[in-house]
């Protein structure tokens, strides 16, 4: 006889997913956003920039919870990468443009597959 227990994820871990999960679909959201642009989708580069501000809101949300909720601390440190990653993408953009230094800029793309990566990884390891 074997007796089945199961483990349901706590409210915090559900919440905390569900901005991973967020953060992720955005930066795909950015990523054709960025292609509307280039290839001239009737998409501005403004739109982009505005999805890209809005993407720090699950971000900082996602930050506060891994260190306010002892059930995250497993995922502290993925999360302050994230959010890293995040001012790092920010950066790379500003020093590429306002030095004009486009190498520099050219991270930009990269940073942010790095950013989805790591915001997958975290929905899969809050249920931990």
Not at 84 to 100: M, N
Request: hydrophobic share 60%.
């Amino acid at each position: 006889m074997s007796v089945r227990i199961e483990v349901k994820p706590a409210p915090a871990s559900l919440v905390f997913m569900g901005m991973a999960i967020l953060t992720g679909a955005g930066i795909g959201i950015q990523f054709y956003l960025a292609g509307m642009a280039i290839f001239g989708g009737g998409v501005d580069w403004v739109v982009h920039r505005i999805v890209g501000s809005i993407i720090v809101l699950p971000i900082l949300g996602m930050l506060a919870q891994a260190f306010m909720s002892p059930r995250l601390s497993a995922v502290r440190e993925l999360t302050a990468l994230l959010a890293t990653s995040y001012l790092l993408q920010i950066a790379v953009v500003v020093v590429g443009q306002e030095v004009d230094m486009p190498l520099v800029a050219a991270l930009h793309p990269a940073n942010g597959a790095l950013m989805c990566a790591i915001s997958v990884r975290l929905a899969f390891r809050s249920l931990r």
